[in-house]
């Protein structure tokens, strides 16, 4: 007779899964970026200036915020140029009116030009992309705002010198 050997069968000890080391998160201006695309935005971005993407015929700006990852600021800059000191000094009047009454916008003058921004934290920037909407509707209402009482200041102006 043949001997018959009996292979002993020994089950396999199940290999554990090497740790999946963690993803880097990606910075709020990269989530921000990509998000903004995806919503249909066509984004730049600039280490220095941070995000820039048009919309309804205007450049807003999402600089980056190195030390605050929750702050959020949405610039709309030189939408008004300042060509004379009298200008300059309406113009002060007008954004003084403008933030007394606009939501979350401020109006300030920056060298030669006016400048809009909205800043607000937000703990995500997914949570600062649900507001986005809102916040571009408040800051092209303070610039329509500013442009009116621009002009009917430019108006008084111009009847004043004519009544002189």
């Given at each position: 007779m043949t001997e018959q050997k009996t292979a002993r069968a020994t089950r396999p000890t199940p290999k554990r899964p090497l740790p999946v080391p963690p993803k880097p998160a990606a910075s709020p201006l990269a989530a921000l970026k990509t998000?903004?695309?995806?919503?249909?935005?066509?984004?730049?971005?600039?280490?220095?200036?941070?995000?820039?993407?048009?919309?309804?015929?205007?450049?807003?700006y999402l600089p980056p915020q190195h030390d605050d990852e929750q702050f959020y600021h949405l610039l709309f800059p030189n939408f008004w140029s300042l060509e004379t000191d009298e200008e300059y000094g309406r113009a002060l009047f007008a954004c003084d009116a403008v933030n007394r009454e606009a939501k979350l916008v401020k109006l300030h003058t920056a060298e030669a030009d006016v400048w809009a921004g909205v800043e607000a934290l937000h703990p995500t920037?997914?949570?600062?992309?649900?507001?986005?909407?809102?916040?571009?509707?408040?800051?092209?209402?303070?610039?329509?705002?500013?442009?009116?009482?621009?002009?009917?200041t430019l108006d008084e102006a111009e009847n004043e010198a004519a009544e002189s």
């Open positions: 998000a903004l695309e995806t919503q249909g935005f066509q984004v730049q971005e600039d280490p220095e200036a941070g995000l820039t993407f048009m919309f309804e015929g205007g450049q807003y920037p997914e949570a600062f992309l649900m507001a986005l909407p809102r916040y571009l509707t408040f800051v092209q209402e303070a610039v329509r705002a500013f442009r009116e009482v621009m002009l009917s």
